[in-house]
């Protein structure tokens, strides 16, 4: 498994989950945040440099 792939792949985790449980818990702008942030990290690659 790559590394950056899983750190990734936590941190999405995290987000959704946090914005699950701030969703139940009736925060609704907080919980929209957190599911955005998840959506970002999970399609967002990082840039790598080009050799010129």
Do not use: C, E
């Not at 936590?10 to 818990?25: K, P």
């Amino acid at each position: 498994m790559n590394t950056p792939t899983f750190y990734r792949d936590i941190a999405t985790g995290l987000f959704f989950i946090g914005g699950v449980l701030s969703f139940v818990s009736g925060q609704f702008i907080l919980s929209t945040m957190l599911f955005g942030t998840a959506s970002l990290t999970a399609n967002l690659h990082p840039a790598k440099p080009v050799r010129i």
